[in-house]
């Protein structure tokens, strides 16, 4: 399996992961950093779902409703099968509204459209990351899954038995005949599978019809990525994970396996932007709420820059040893030792993004989220000549970052414009004078005259594409000469045509650096370089439209977890760049 071989389900508070071949291989009930209940994606002995034909054929996937429905249709050799899969919504979502039940149901619906079909299920539940074999009892209509925290029900039109350490079906179907299923994990909600895909379709496409349709030359891809950031959102919270998946390797068979299913200060900040372009104000509203209830009072030294969905703190990192990895890729980490680190950034991409967000809150922000806004500026004023450990999230030590640097410069022209709004106009000359001592920093340390470019750290002459952000916020014009200097060096030593390393010989592009770069060069007023870098990071997604994080240099595999918030972040900003819409902001 590759991982681009993935497609991605979701109800708003949780998902699966599909393959091409009828696999669920990874689904976490109840909110997207559970324990799985499906997850052979990361071992074999892990869990999986599959619905598929006996024989083999060719495949073909796409997304219903302008949701994540996945409709896989299957060639076999005596028919053909169309197999429709979704996290279902809750009867009457609508809007803005949308989402799942607390009680997570898995519909699938299988149906012959053409000649006959011999079809197999086979249904191995492993809760608890596979630690857990439930007892599998049979019931009037169904079955009772029980072991472990999670109680599931399956209910199904075709019979089943036990087969070793799960159950399995099979069956004939002719044209036009089917068979369904709805897995609930919890107390099922009554609605059969036709029903609750026929309520589920309706309520992607009432979201989808909430907003103003998109336009320009890459409106379909833009209207894909706002898609998966909305079913990368959990609802009750309103927050959006950095990817559903845990321990997809950046690298093959090595160590890099980290756990994204949590809320970064840093990425919400960046999906704000990309909402706002794609005309979804009243979510990126709300983070500022959560931000302000995840972080709290700044009384004390760390500013934490990552949260569980409902604003966790402690995210501690465990390994699982009894898990072999994606493909052989060790080990499995859940949790993420990184909301230990300070990282100097994230008080400018916050404050960017209220600013960005001005026009819809209140002509005097009150409470906590004033509070915050406020603390996060002092915090900038007081630390951004400080090391930390930088956007990338170094395990090794810390540095003075130059994107933390231009960040803090962001936090501080940010505030000092919001400041009427924040009843901070006696902090304005304070806030102006270290903004200003920040910038001369970035302009003038950050600059490597042997290297011709702006490199990742100040004394540094390694080149780190983080510094791409500089123009994007404004701290240098976009055809400055030492910003286009350094545009040149960055094409000549970390991109290639599968896209921008992050830093030199580091073997994979960085999706979200490959739409910054094409975003530099409109800046910089080279058109015909922009466009071609956004064609060829827009090119990793797969069949689906969906990125990962990462893609091999060497043969274009997609890397990383799967799909990731932040490359679809990159896709809508870049696309919005190159389009006439774009503009001061």
């Known amino acids: 399996m590759r991982i681009d071989d993935l497609a991605l389900l979701s109800d708003r508070r949780t998902a699966a992961m599909a393959d091409r071949g009828g696999s669920i291989v990874w ?58 899969d979704a996290l279902a919504l809750g009867a009457g979502s609508t809007g803005h509204s949308i989402s799942g039940l607390p009680s997570t149901h898995l519909v699938r619906r299988a149906v012959c459209t053409r000649g006959k079909v011999d079809l197999r299920a086979e249904l191995v539940p492993r809760p608890e990351y596979g630690l857990v074999h439930p007892h599998l009892v049979e019931t009037a209509n169904g079955w009772e899954i029980t072991g472990g925290p999670t109680r599931m029900r399956l209910v199904t039109s075709i019979p089943h038995q036990v087969d070793g350490g799960g159950i399995t079906g099979r069956i004939r179907l002719a044209q036009g005949e089917e ?40 409106a379909d891809a833009m209207q894909r990525s706002a898609m998966v950031l909305q079913a990368l959102t959990y609802a009750p919270s309103g927050v959006v994970v950095a990817a559903p998946t845990t321990s997809l390797p950046e690298r093959i068979g090595e160590e890099w396996n980290w756990d994204y299913r949590f809320a970064w200060l840093r990425d919400l900040a960046f999906v704000v932007r990309s909402l706002w372009i794609a005309a979804c104000p009243d979510e990126p509203v709300q983070y500022l709420d959560w931000i302000a209830r995840a972080l709290g009072r700044l009384d004390g030294e760390h500013v934490q820059i990552m949260f569980g969905v409902e604003g966790e703190r402690d995210l501690t990192e465990h390994e699982l040893g009894h898990l072999a990895g994606f493909r052989g890729s060790r080990p499995v980490r859940i949790g993420n030792e990184a909301w230990t680190q300070t990282q100097l950034d994230v008080m400018g991409e916050v404050l960017d993004s209220a600013h960005l967000m001005r026009d819809y809150l209140d002509d005097e922000v009150r409470g906590p989220i004033r509070t915050t806004l406020v603390g996060l500026a002092e915090r900038a004023a007081s630390n951004w000549r400080d090391p930390d450990y930088g956007m990338w999230e170094a395990r090794d030590r810390s540095r003075h970052y130059l994107s933390s640097k231009v960040m803090s410069w962001v936090a501080l022209d940010r505030a000092v414009k919001l400041a009427p709004r924040l009843a901070a106009e006696d902090r304005v000359a304070a806030w102006s004078a270290e903004r200003d001592a920040a910038r001369r920093a970035v302009l003038e340390e950050g600059w490597n005259a042997d290297v011709r470019a702006f490199t990742g750290a100040i004394g540094s002459d390694r080149l780190d594409a983080s510094v791409l952000l500089m123009p994007l916020v404004g701290i240098i014009e976009g055809d400055d000469e030492r910003m286009v200097a350094t545009l040149e060096r960055i094409e000549e030593r970390l991109a290639t045509e599968r896209g921008v390393q992050r830093w030199a010989d580091e073997g994979s592009a960085f999706v979200l650096c490959g739409f910054w770069l094409a975003e530099c060069w409109a800046l910089a007023g080279d058109r015909e370089r922009a466009e071609a870098r956004f064609t060829a990071t827009a090119g990793c997604a797969n069949d689906l439209g969906l990125m990962a994080e990462e893609v091999a240099l060497d043969s274009g595999e997609p890397l990383g977890n799967m799909p990731q918030a932040l490359s679809h972040v990159g896709l809508i900003n870049a696309a919005w760049r190159l389009s006439d819409a774009s503009g001061e902001v």
């Open 179 to 218: 068979a369904s299923w709805v897995l609930a994990c919890g107390e099922p909600d009554g609605r059969d599978a036709a029903t609750a895909l026929r309520e589920t379709g309706e309520g992607w496409r009432s979201w989808a019809s909430t907003h103003e349709p998109l336009a320009g030359p890459h």
């Open 27 to 84: 689904f976490s009930p109840g909110r997207f950093d559970a324990a799985s209940v499906f997850g052979s994606l990361l071992g074999a002995d892990a869990g999986h779902w599959t619905i598929r034909p006996v024989a083999d054929g060719a495949v073909e996937r796409a997304y219903l409703d302008g949701g994540p429905i996945l409709r896989t249709t299957f060639h076999a050799p005596h028919g053909d099968l169309e197999l429709t």
